[in-house]
């Protein structure tokens, strides 16, 4: 590992003034972090460890959104009375991810911020033009079985790994930074990028901000909500494919429909075409397999992960079916 310096901000804007300068890496749980620097993939000059920050509370704010701090920890908003309540969808994808111990050290702008774990990444003998742009993709012509089937290009295609991401970008959840220039707002959906020609780059952040929390707007979901992951084995592991649904069901009738998948693309993937065929539709199995051929087009296989573009359409309507509450 290369040397670094490390030091704890005692304030958000000692925070902010820290990570403009180059070279520097905010530091929380470090779940993710610490693993790419033993490894070689990232090399810090400096750490900056934020938690003794006053970000980690989980809150209806003065708009009636749910609020919760960028250091509410992975393990605390999973329980957390209000997220159960208001969210649960959230919840589900929190405790589908990981184990509990690392649940228990993960932060919400952790898990926003975690990088893919395609090997070839993770392997610095190995082209990666994620790691090292203009290198190549080695898991193009390599062992692609956990990577994209979305938004693909020949720089990259990695999947991105959290569970709880796809839960907030079904849920419309907005992301709020903090930089010297003030305070922006960034839609959640717009957060993580697709790889097009710069794969190195994984979200949109700009230099020097610092993600302070995350809101999600009050919605009707908290009654028909289910996360469905599907993986190798049933605890820490990471998703072959992943499917958000969220319904508002009255009368049958489905008034209004989110979903999105993760294991299939660089970012969250929002299905919104499938969204809006299924609302005005009857909430039954017949409307989320149509739904699920929907959401399904434009996907696209390698030679190890084929079977994706049959697990996505059966996980759509399974997720659904659970949602819905007819399994």
Partial sequence: MKPFQYTRAVTQQSAVEAIAKP??????????????????????????????????????????????????????????????????????????????????????????????RCAYFYDTTMPCNKRMPGSGCGAIGGYNRMHAIFGTTDKCIAVHPSDMCVALAALDAHVIVSSRKGERVIPFTDFHRLPGDNPEKDNTLADGELITGVTISHNNFAKNSYYLKIRDRQSYAFALVSVAAALEIDGGTIKAARLAMGGVAHKPWRLYDAEKALVGKPANEDSFKLAAQIAMQGAKAYENNQFKLKLGPAAITEALKHAAGIV
Avoid: C, F
Avoid at 45 to 57: G, T
Avoid at 58 to 79: C, D, M, Q, R
Avoid at 88 to 94: D, G, K, R, S
């Fill in 23 to 116: 070279g520097t890496k905010i530091i929380a749980g470090g779940t993710n972090l610490v693993d790419l620097m033993k490894r070689g993939v990232a090399t810090p000059d400096k750490l900056v460890d934020i938690n003794n920050l006053p970000l980690k509370s989980i809150s209806i704010n003065k708009l009636g959104h749910l609020h919760i701090g960028a250091l509410a920890l992975n393990s605390t908003v999973s329980e957390s009375a209000l997220v159960l309540e208001q969210q649960p969808l959230l919840a589900m994808a929190l405790k589908a991810g990981a184990s509990p111990q690392l649940r228990n050290m993960a932060t919400v702008g952790g898990n926003m911020m975690q990088r893919t």
